[in-house]
């Protein structure tokens, strides 16, 4: 498989992804990693661009990706893991795709995800669920689970996803991947099906953190198209490879690492910030206060926005119509029918925290606490900190069907949806394995400081060696 290098042919490239993806039953039938593929697409798109002289190839040529099912693609069906949009095809392309492909990319398949992307596990989505890689009987977290998956099988380098709440860095940890959650507005969200607007970003997967940084290099940027899209000059992340970590403060924020936190993930952890020490870093103790309230809020926000948002898929515009008595009628067979029970669960829960009465005691104050979670990220990159550290999630990769009860299910999101409820970028990468089960480490920066992000991460990564996958 090739890498941005672009020194193996695409043909050679998209040849050994197809055949990586036939050989750990990346379908339906197997781990439920894929949920389109696009084969013959593909080979031809590879052998078009092998046609190119090398000057007019890309620094992605010929590298094959994944994208996840909500994200925009006019070759391949984007069904946001549901049957009300089953075999959708989207008559335009997300930017974030159109740019991968501009930079030579080809997209070899459409990847599972829990339904709109609500989830930690993709066990919501209506294609059944996705298997972990690394331990078949597992999930390999949410709700980007097909994408991480895809880039730890090795059929692909680089991948896409989407978060609201920590979708790409929760399954980057579970899959011992590396899973960036850019800066709200570095990347264009023209084309990710919306869930939850303040919250909803495009992320990427890479095997490594240069595969990482390559794919991000390829969609950051200003785009007309999405009119929260920041106009920040994009600096060359790949050259933070070159940087060191001599003066940089990196703060370890207490409550992300409570007593109950497991000893063998805390562990990895202090390993980890030993690394980042020795290589120069200085480890500061921060405290980022209104931590324990981001699980509640979020789930406010979230689903008051996704009840708005979900309201387009009614039988008449998209996907699925059921008919039934009259107009209501078929919007409720379509809709009940259409929905799984999270999505349905979300929609009530999202319309009645919107509701006349409740507005004010629920939507109101969680977006007030929503801003003192951001001001205490504030604060601490305020007092000199660059970065912090922390774990990415409370735990491993857990069994496939093991969590029946919602709530618990959210509380896989707690070290993660604070950084989308502020906006600032994050990251997870593996830092270590715990019973065989990959442990995800998270960074996280200040607004549009991805690159001082991906020194960090370039500098333990190559720290950490092979300590990343034992
Ligand atoms: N697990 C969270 C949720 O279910 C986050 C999902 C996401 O980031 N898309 O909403």
Redesign the pocket.
Known sequence: MSTASGEASARDAVTASLARALEVGAGRAGLNILLYQDADGALREAAELDRRDLPERGPLHGTPVVVKDNIATTTLPTSCGSKILEGYVSPYEATAVARLRAAGAIIVGKSN??E?????STE?SAYGPARNPLAPDRVPG???GGSAAAVAAGIVRIALG???????R?PAAFCGVVGVKPTYGRVSRYGLVA??SS???VGVFGKTVDDAASGLQAIAGLDPLDSTCAAEPVPDYRGASRGGLTGVVIGRPKEYFPESLDPRIRAKCDAALEHLKSLGAEVRDVSLPHTNLAIEV??II??AE?SSNLARFDGVRYGLRIEGDGLRGMYEATRSNGFGP?VIR?IMLGTYVLSAGYYDAYYRKAQQVRGLIARDYAEVFNSGVHLLFTPTTPTTAFPIGSKSDPYE??L??IF??TA?LAGVPAMSLPIGRVDGLPVGGQLIANHFDERQMFVAAYALERELGQEAHR
Do not use: I
């Not at 709109?116 to 930690?120: D, L, N, P, T, V």
């Not at 989407?162 to 790409?168: I, K, L, P, Q």
């Open positions: 995800m829990d709109f992307a609500m989830g930690s919501n949410g709700s980007s989407s978060e609201t709440g920590g979708s790409v929760q869930f939850a919250l909803d970003h979020y789930y979230a689903p996704a999270e979300r299910m959210y896989s999101d993660t949806c989308n």
